[in-house]
């Protein structure tokens, strides 16, 4: 061997002083992430999948979600249909209606109860109760507000606070084209009219525009999907809108606008962000 060779030799360590690559930081740093990965899953679970506030205490439900943008249709087992909104949970009894036709609701629904022998259907939520024998009727209460509203579309429903009221517990009946405005927070409970014909296009998956403003059209869909809409721009288009939208998701009824109307939108898990 050269000079030369000897000269930029490296020395050979031996076997047990070989330099290895250290892991641990890199592991460290993953369990890191892998811990806060699962403590944002565990905190949106529990933000957004709470437990009514109502439930009896060991009584076992089958509960119904619907996920965000979105309604679904349930039928239970007495027949009773249910339109389910956006972020709303229904918590049926798993032996109903054997040991009777009650159901809690935290969110927002239509329902389309039938007569079963005369048996009374009951819906509580944290604000409102409701009884029917046969009835239409659209319930609107989510425990993370204060207000409730409870339109009714047909038949006839007996409406009375859910909670002890230390000033008014008398209840309201209630026929077609007659709703109730509540508010627990200053323990308010009224007996209003609205117009039947908006609300039986809800029901029935049907949105109807005839040069509605804009802001209106916005309002609307806040309505029918149970979701709060942020408009941003000063642009926004003078004229109305006209059509029809069906059943169909948030974000397909907002790609369809989008694109007629002209404005970008956002979808969060709080609210829907439009801009003009």
């Given amino acids: 061997m050269s000079a030369a060779n000897k000269q930029f030799r490296r020395p050979r360590l031996p076997l047990y002083m070989k330099k290895r690559r250290n892991w641990q930081p890199v592991a460290a740093a993953l369990i890191v992430v892998m811990l806060l990965a699962s403590g944002i899953l565990y905190y949106m679970a529990g933000r957004h999948h709470t437990s009514s506030s109502i439930l009896q205490t060991g009584q076992q439900y089958t509960i119904f979600q619907c996920p965000y943008g979105e309604r679904k249709t349930i039928t239970l087992a007495d027949s009773t249909?249910?339109?389910l909104n956006s972020?709303?949970?229904l918590y049926v009894p798993v032996n109903f209606p054997k040991t009777g036709r009650n159901v809690i609701l935290d969110g927002e629904a239509f329902f389309q109860v039938h007569n079963q022998g005369n048996e009374a259907f009951v819906l509580t939520t944290d604000k409102l109760k409701a009884v029917t024998i046969e009835g239409t009727f659209r319930?609107?209460?989510?425990?993370?507000q204060s207000g409730a509203t409870f339109y009714l579309l047909g038949g006839a429903a007996l409406v009375t606070k859910s909670y002890h009221s230390t000033t008014d517990n008398q209840p309201e009946n209630l026929l077609?084209?007659?709703m109730?405005?509540?508010?627990?927070?200053?323990?308010?409970?009224e007996k209003?009219?609205?117009?039947?014909?908006?609300q039986q296009d809800c029901l029935e998956g049907k949105l109807v525009f005839n040069n509605t403003p804009v802001q209106a059209v916005f309002k609307k869909i806040e309505d029918w999907?149970?979701?709060?809409m942020e408009l941003r721009g000063n642009d926004t288009p003078p004229k109305g809108v006209s059509g029809e939208f069906h059943n169909g998701s948030l974000q397909e009824m907002l790609a369809a606008l989008g694109d007629s109307v002209g404005f970008s939108y956002r979808i969060t898990r709080e609210k829907v962000v439009i801009k003009f």
């Fill in 81 to 83: 249909m249910v339109l």
């Fill in 87 to 89: 972020r709303s949970n």
């Fill in 139 to 144: 319930m609107r209460s989510l425990e993370k």
């Fill in 176 to 178: 077609s084209g007659e």
């Fill in 180 to 189: 109730i405005l509540a508010n627990k927070d200053i323990d308010l409970m």
């Fill in 192 to 198: 209003e009219t609205f117009p039947l014909a908006e």
């Fill in 225 to 228: 999907f149970g979701v709060e």
